[in-house]
């Protein structure tokens, strides 16, 4: 079955700590995202990638990092100078402009 | 910058109520406008429209959109306890650029 892996859905962390959320998909998609839920807030864009070895920056990047080495493999650094790291983080791809996203069912990060 | 605005932030109703989301939209260059479903972790795909006027319609959920006026909503007939979720409005523009995505609406159904 296609779809988007994001592992682990839990993770514990304390502060100070980098921490690295995996996402993978085999659904052949070019555009790959990250975004972070917080309770009330709707989904925000961390960072997003439109094709291998190239990515931008989203709305709020700042403390994160990524790389895109591979087409299926989007993995999101969450570094030390993320100020409120704790969230649920969604993954998402897309076949390109224009088409729907397709999500991960989220990992959820605690920081404490 | 783009902007989606959704209302109301939140909605408790009785199953087999009728009701109607909200979503208004900014955006530089719109291209579509899409609205999903989340009821406890992946948001699932519910709609895509692009053009204004014509409605489009999923067993009892069906949504439309005013170009003009900048709006979509979502309805939903006969609720029931199912449609329970965070519903989200995101809009893109022209360009390659992401999706921008509203707060959202959390419905609860109540028996």
């Known amino acids: 079955d296609g779809g988007i892996t994001q592992s682990p859905k839990y993770l514990f962390r304390k502060e100070g700590q980098n921490v690295t959320l995996s996402c993978e998909q085999n659904?052949?998609?070019?555009?790959m995202y990250w975004y972070r839920q917080d309770p009330g807030q709707g989904l925000r864009l961390i960072y997003y990638s439109q094709i291998v070895n190239d990515f931008q920056k989203g709305d709020i990047a700042e403390g994160y990092s990524v790389s895109r080495e591979k087409k299926e493999s989007f993995p999101l650094t969450v570094t030390s100078a993320q100020k409120n790291p704790t969230a649920f983080y969604l993954c998402a791809s897309s076949i390109g402009a224009n088409s729907p996203l397709h999500f991960g069912n989220g990992t959820r990060l605690t920081v404490t | 910058e783009d902007k989606v605005v959704q209302s109301p932030l939140s909605l408790v109703v009785h199953e087999g109520d009728t009701v109607t989301l909200n979503c208004s939209y900014e955006?530089?260059?719109?291209?579509?406008l899409l609205w999903y479903k989340q009821e406890k972790k992946a948001p699932t795909f519910l709609f895509m429209l692009t053009s204004s006027g014509i409605e489009k319609k999923s067993g009892r959920l069906s949504s439309i959109l005013d170009k003009k006026e900048l709006f979509s909503i979502l309805n939903i007939t006969a609720t029931q306890t199912g449609d329970s979720a965070i519903y989200l409005c995101?809009?893109?523009?022209?360009?390659?650029?992401?999706?921008?995505f509203g707060k959202g609406t959390r419905l609860s159904v109540i028996a």
């Open positions: 995101a809009v893109e523009g022209r360009g390659n650029t992401p999706l921008v």
């Open positions: 955006v530089t260059n719109f291209r579509s």
């Open positions: 659904l052949n998609h070019d555009a």
